[in-house]
């Protein structure tokens, strides 16, 4: 399917229904490759697709009425295979076709493809391309949104950004604009999207919006999901508190419980939480948790509660992979405390202690541990650690 975004400029990309794990972690909505035919006096493709759906971009350049020959430019604004996996298939066909990308871009591009016979324009912030009279591409980097060689494409007339990664959703539908979607769904698809793909990068996010504060916006076309032409001002707000790390003053509890007696402290913590007007609770049992879910959570929690039964002297297996996964994605400056039970040999809580002092997160307690069965003194420390906790996070959520 191809959709005008405007007069000359036509998406082209593959929406790809079927994608529920995408590179490890889960995508319930699918996703889309957004790539984007840009046709005046020059015509230009910005960005292609996974490997697997080159034919559908082929089809697709037919299907807008470009011959594969008329096509000057293909801009690669990043090497990641979601976005470049068809040039292999795609540029011999395409016999006039000049790749523009940066020197970062070429070289991964190198690495993984045999890029011998590509002709190559390097470019880099502030070069311009024409692509005729009154159309001029004009280059971002933006290095680590989300790789080292990431960019994004400025058509200076139409003020029309071509925003790679950035902005981008994982969501597959046929309404290509965010004015045809439910803004709040859209808005919970890119945190989600942020959170699992850009959030280790918060920093240098909040550089490239500083950077792009003057430049006006009149559409946005990510290389995921759909393109922003009248939420633009919402989805900016949205980044720059992603960016910035901005908390709610919420509490999540994370854990795994083997015969559920850390379960019953997860309850004792909950009322605890609740005694604290104005925090929000979230439980997210490990086991009945996807990554994805974990990391959207994460991104506006103030705080978390980590439990782990011992299970041969190490914390839960699957609360170690969550554990591991939000490492990864780091989430600065969060507070924490552990609590799990064990039977003869310690480890759940006392590992997850460790993982917080890893995270540097401030730790709000010692790890709260009951042998075998929590007494009903180990549930008051429960209580107690758990509206210490929400406090914490309205203190957080207020900096
Ligand atoms: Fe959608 Fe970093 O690639």
Redesign the pocket.
């Known amino acids: 399917m191809i959709t005008s975004v405007q007069a000359g400029i036509t998406a082209v990309g593959y929406i790809d229904w079927a994608v529920r794990d995408f590179h490890g972690y889960d995508t319930q909505r699918g996703s889309t490759?957004n790539s984007y035919l840009l046709q005046f006096e020059k015509t230009a493709l910005v960005d292609t697709v996974k490997e697997p759906f080159a034919t559908d971009l082929l089809m697709n350049l037919v299907r807008a009425g470009v011959a594969p020959e008329a096509v000057d430019y293909v801009i690669v604004n990043?090497a990641?295979?979601?976005?470049s996996g068809a040039l292999p298939a795609l540029l011999p066909l395409l016999p006039n076709a000049t790749v523009v990308c940066n020197k970062k871009t070429q070289e991964i591009l190198g690495a993984y493809y045999n890029t011998a016979k590509w002709r190559f324009q390097l470019v880099k912030t502030g070069d311009t391309l024409s692509l005729g009279v009154g159309r001029t591409l004009q280059f971002i980097e933006m290095p680590m949104v989300?790789?080292p060689d990431?960019m994004a494409t400025y058509l200076q007339e139409e003020q029309i950004l071509f925003s790679?990664?950035a902005f981008?959703q994982h969501y597959a539908t046929s309404r290509r604009f965010d004015d045809e979607n439910d803004l709040p769904t859209l808005l919970f698809e890119a945190k989600s999207y942020y959170a699992n793909?850009v959030n280790p990068y918060s920093k240098r996010v909040a550089a490239v919006l500083a950077g792009l504060a003057n430049v006006p916006m009149k559409v946005i076309c990510p290389?995921?999901g759909v393109i922003w032409r009248s939420h633009i001002a919402e989805i900016l707000e949205a980044y720059q508190g992603w960016a910035a790390q901005r908390v709610q003053p919420k509490v999540t509890i994370l854990f795994d419980s083997m015969w559920h007696r850390t379960e019953k402290m997860v309850s004792a913590i909950q009322e605890g939480v609740a005694s604290v007007p104005g925090v929000v609770l979230e439980v997210l049992p490990v086991r009945a948790a996807t990554l994805n879910q974990l990391a959207t959570a994460a991104i506006d929690t103030a705080c978390f509660a980590l439990g782990s039964s011992t299970l041969n002297q190490q914390m839960m297996p699957q609360m170690a992979a969550a554990i591991c996964y939000l490492q990864g994605l780091n989430f600065p400056g969060r507070a924490a405390f552990s609590f799990g039970s064990h039977g003869w040999g310690k480890g759940g809580p006392e590992l997850l202690s460790a993982k917080i002092a890893e995270m540097r997160w401030t730790e709000t307690q010692a790890p709260i541990v009951a042998k075998y069965e929590p007494t009903a003194e180990i549930l008051t420390q429960c209580t107690q650690a758990g509206q210490a906790l929400a406090e914490k996070a309205l203190e957080l959520a207020a900096k």
């Open positions: 490759y990043h990641e295979p979601d976005h989300h790789w990431s790679n990664d981008g793909i290389s995921h």
